[in-house]
């Protein structure tokens, strides 16, 4: 991340909820197949990818508001559609580090599943269409999941301070995979779960 | 307002772009003519409004997000169109109570501005379409003004202990009032501030 500049000043952009694209931005996250490579169950599949490409799976726009007083922050995210083996795409996920710092999503294109857990291991799922809006409570990892044809793309309103703490998901992922059967997301164990069954 | 239950789960809302409404909604604000009567240059027109029936100028929708450690909340806003005399619906506006808290806005329908004036006097006008998507720095008044021909509808994230400062703007109003001419809007001095020419 680049150094964050103080900016007392208000500051508007403007965000096509088409493509996920907004201006002004002060910087993107590209996330491709190899740097999910753990988190998909189906490894041939991701190194059949890789070597085919290794596509894109999701762009992470930011802008930072840091303010002599405060640290808001606006993040647009945007799942392609698209599948590694079995399993849609998704995010990789992520705790925040710290115990007070919740989060809203705001889905403005697309379908899916945002899949939470928290570190006690309750697991939960909200269903996403365009106008679903998600309070993420503190301490719960949060994954975001495209189920559909189109682009994912949704709006997310934090805080700088909070952190990202992806230790955790590297190490044992989520609760549930969401795997295409029959033309339908069904969720599964995950099977890099020891008591997963 | 309601006392705020602590619910330290997951919690979606789905907000409908077009209405402004989301469900499960926990309150529900109405501003007619009369709660903004002193607010309009034109003191006439509003109590003729007032007498034809009191309209409504906007609905806030609120639903707070209250943890055990954090305190986010989801606020969103229908502006319906329409004058009162010359001058074109707006909100009461309102600077937050706490030196720390900012608020950011996201326009989802309709056409406006976003009035921003600090205490110190620095007066901010954002150019409001769907999809722009303003962070409004602590300590900015913040007003909204439909001048289009359609309902002006956005989300809002914010924390609940911000805290809502009317006085401010009940006594001296903002820099400008935003005034239709000839079919278009125009800014013109607040002739409730003394020096305003």
Redesign the interface.
């Given at each position: 991340m680049k150094p964050v500049e103080i900016?007392?000043?208000?500051?508007?952009?403007?965000?096509?909820?088409n493509t996920g694209v907004?201006e002004p931005c002060v910087e993107i996250s590209r996330r491709k197949v190899s740097d999910l490579a753990m988190m998909f169950a189906d490894q041939e599949a991701v190194q059949q990818l890789i070597a085919q490409g290794d596509p894109v799976v999701y762009d992470i726009r930011y802008?930072p508001?840091q303010?002599s007083?405060?640290d808001?922050a606006?993040g647009v995210s945007t799942i392609y559609p698209g599948k590694v083996g079995d399993e849609y795409h998704m995010t990789k996920g992520h705790f925040h580090v710290r115990?007070?710092?919740?989060?809203?999503y705001?889905c403005v294109r697309g379908t899916g599943f945002?899949l939470?857990e928290s570190k006690e291991g309750?697991f939960?799922v909200?269903e996403w269409?365009?106008?679903?809006?998600?309070?993420?409570?503190?301490q719960?990892a949060h994954r975001v999941v495209n189920t559909g044809p189109e682009p994912l793309i949704w709006?997310a309103?934090y805080h700088l301070a909070a952190g990202h703490d992806y230790e955790p998901i590297i190490a044992r992922g989520f609760a549930k995979i969401v795997v295409e059967k029959d033309g339908q997301p069904v969720f599964l164990p995950n099977p890099r779960r020891p008591n997963s069954s």
């Open positions: 900016n007392d000043l208000p500051t508007s952009v403007w965000l096509d909820i907004f802008h508001f303010t007083t405060s808001m606006l115990m007070d710092q919740p989060e809203i705001f945002l939470m309750d939960q909200a269409r365009p106008g679903t809006i998600t309070h993420i409570p503190p719960y709006v309103s």
